[in-house]
């Protein structure tokens, strides 16, 4: 159990990053006298008064998270994943377990993590116990965002943890996928009816496996080449092989409540502007029916960069 020193290096890549965000707070009172309240208050919720003593790397302790923040009224630990469809829910519990035995009476875990906090996957992990948080990355680098009133070292510390997020959580992490459809006898999708009859499914068949799609929160976005655009995007719960249909054994199931139709499509120039996309459709050239989508292209595709 280590105090945090900004420039120490650990074997774990999650410890590294762990170590920068946990850094960066424990300067926070003298270099952003508003981030930890912006942070603790208003980002994840947690009523009352924190004024921490302690900021922790906790490696190589088992059964304990990643990294604490805490005084003596208060604990609150971050559990730090730095690809998405990461968490497993047997070591949050064995964490809370942990945690239990601390002698503050507030006690929290935050899953630090680039997941979307809105996906059903997240919301399973934040069922387990009240007391669980969930914090993306893209919200933790947006805080790290320094105000022209902050200290000038701090500010640069913080431009420069934000540059390492952008370059390795962001560029890699990937937020789901796109499949091109095919009409036609094969696949009984009919392009003038299926936008209509989309609201009644429930899962989504597909010729192979996309496995960064299964139970992680991603989103499978559907393009329409009659349209030249994508129209439908959903969130996959699981994805298993059913064999319903002799051509499309996979079955994607899709999560309730989480399907949205593109009226109007996104349009295929658009889907052209993203980085390794350029080629996108190209008939002879791409020869992909399914392209894996990082979270920085997401938000590009659905313009909230």
């Known amino acids: 159990m280590n105090q945090v020193n900004i420039f120490t290096a650990y074997k774990q890549l999650e410890n590294d990053y762990t170590n920068g965000f946990v850094s960066l707070l424990s300067l ?23 004024n921490p003593d302690d900021f922790l790397v906790l490696e190589g302790i088992d ?26 829910k047997d070591q949050v519990r064995q964490h809370l377990k942990m945690l239990d035995a601390k002698s503050q009476t507030r006690r929290y875990l935050v899953l630090l993590t680039p997941d979307d906090s809105r996906s059903s996957y997240i919301q399973g992990f934040r069922a387990i116990d009240h007391r669980i948080r969930h914090l993306e990355w893209r919200h933790a680098y947006d805080l ?3 105000p022209r009133d902050a200290d000038i070292v701090f500010s640069a510390l913080a431009h420069q943890f934000r540059a ?13 996928g796109i499949l091109k459809i095919s009409f036609g006898k094969k696949s009984g999708l009919d392009a003038k009816t299926y936008l209509g009859d989309m609201p009644n499914w429930t899962r989504w068949d597909s010729p192979r496996q996309y496995k960064n799609l299964d139970g992680t929160g991603r989103k499978l976005l559907l393009y329409d080449h009659t349209r030249k655009g994508l129209t439908v995007e959903a969130e996959i719960g699981s994805v298993a ?26 349009p295929l120039e658009h889907i052209r502007t993203l980085e ?28 909230q960069a």
């Open 144 to 146: 790290l965002e320094s």
């Open 164 to 176: 390492h997020i952008q370059k390795t959580i962001f560029k890699q992490d990937l937020a789901g």
């Open 28 to 50: 926070a009172p003298r270099g952003h006298t508003r981030l930890l309240n912006q942070l603790l208050n208003d980002e994840l919720g947690l009523h009352g008064t924190f």
């Open 241 to 266: 092989k059913t064999n319903s249909e002799p051509d499309y054994p996979w079955t994607n199931e899709l999560v309730p409540g989480t399907m949205k139709l593109f009226d109007p499509p996104i």
């Open 276 to 303: 390794n996309f350029q080629d996108f459709g190209v008939p002879r050239k791409d020869r992909n029916a399914f392209r894996n989508l990082t979270r920085d292209q997401y938000r590009l595709l659905l313009g």
């Open 63 to 88: 059964g304990y998270a990643d990294g604490e923040v805490s005084a003596a009224d208060f604990c609150i630990w971050f559990e730090t994943k730095i690809r998405s469809g990461m968490l497993r």
